[in-house]
């Protein structure tokens, strides 16, 4: 009896230790398969658009990175001092690896013009590159949210501040494939998101 | 008798309180969820604020009646707080009760006509 019981839980410790070296990530968004049969997973295609410090920022200077993208808009009323207070989280974390940047889009290019944005970046006491805050066309930001990101990201004149979206933060790998979304206003949700980070950031 | 005991408990307990007391107690709980749902995504639940983008509340100088009106009507100063329409006078009467109590110690009602009276002097 005694045998089988140290048996069974040794048993157990492999299996968890096991699970808990390998932990992979999944691929998110639609797969396709190209002419040479390999799968060709989802992957956030080329951008450009303005900083908080009008710089013109692209899918080049994120090369090799691996970020968190959300959305945003800088007079929301709603969740999105939530979501900036967790992403702070991540900001103070990895200030000091540059291997690690954060995107907010502004869903409200209209009034968030750079010099609004700029404001918002030094009251919020954070910097690009490490931290970008971007604007721009609001066409092309809307269809990157909703069929890059996943996201919904769109105007609604019913919802308080006027847009709605989704309070997610994406986390994206060194090869632009969407890898983990969360809930960005909740703390737990965004204790996955760092631990899924560290996953990311040894691949 | 021993059956009594509780009850003649509840019964000082209750006459103890005035009925000023509970009726603080209800605004200021009130007023708790009230903050929870319009205040503290921004100012966040201690009242310390986010960093230079949303201030601290904790040691307001501003009156109540002036409460009342920035709640109302939101203010854009260096900063940007929104209106908010949704909050009714008994709603805002909750709310600065329950700073007063959480933020500056004191147990005080602020009644309700007091709020409306404010809200039709508001610059």
């Not at chain 1, 971007?134 to 769109?154: E, F, N, P, R």
């Not at chain 1, 494939?177 to 949700?189: A, C, K, L, N, S």
């Not at chain 2, 009130?30 to 509340?57: F, V, W």
Request: aromatic letters at 10%.
């Amino acid at each position: 009896m005694l045998l089988k019981n140290t048996v069974l839980s040794l048993l157990f410790a492999v299996v968890a230790f096991s699970c808990s070296q390998e932990k992979k990530l999944p691929f998110l968004g639609p797969k396709t398969v190209n002419a040479t049969g390999d799968t060709v997973y989802h992957q956030i295609p080329d951008f450009q658009f303005l900083n908080q410090d009008s710089v013109l920022v692209s899918q080049k200077d994120i090369e090799g990175k691996v970020y968190v993208a959300d959305f945003f808009f800088t007079t929301c009323p709603t969740i999105c001092p939530k979501m900036k207070t967790q992403m702070l989280r991540i900001y103070e974390r990895y200030k000091e690896r540059d291997e690690v940047r954060i995107i907010s889009h502004s869903i409200d290019p209209d009034f968030d013009n750079t010099s609004v944005l700029h404001d918002y970046a030094t009251r919020l006491q954070v910097k690009a590159p490490k931290w970008n805050l971007l604007t721009g066309d609001k066409a092309a930001i809307y269809k990157l949210g909703q069929k890059s990101y996943m996201v919904s990201a769109q105007e609604d004149p019913n919802e308080a501040g006027g847009f709605v979206h989704s309070g997610a933060f994406i986390l994206v790998d060194k090869n632009r494939h969407v890898r983990g979304i969360y809930d960005g206003t909740v703390e737990t949700e965004v204790n996955h998101l760092l631990e899924d980070m560290e996953v990311l950031l040894k691949e | 008798m021993k059956k009594l005991a509780p009850i003649l408990i509840a019964f000082f307990f209750f006459s103890c309180s005035s009925k000023e007391e509970i009726t603080q107690q209800q605004y200021s709980v009130e007023g708790m969820a009230l903050y929870k749902t319009h205040c503290e995504n921004c100012h966040q639940a201690d009242g310390a604020g986010l960093r230079d983008l949303y201030p601290s509340i904790q040691q307001t100088k501003l009156s109540p009646e002036a409460l009342a009106c920035l709640f109302k009507n939101g203010k854009k100063g260096n900063g940007f707080m929104p209106a908010n329409a949704k909050l009714q006078a008994l709603d805002i009467a909750e709310l600065v009760t329950y700073m007063r109590e959480k933020w500056g110690g004191k147990k005080q009602i602020y009644p309700v006509d007091s709020v409306k009276m404010a809200l039709q002097n508001c610059r």
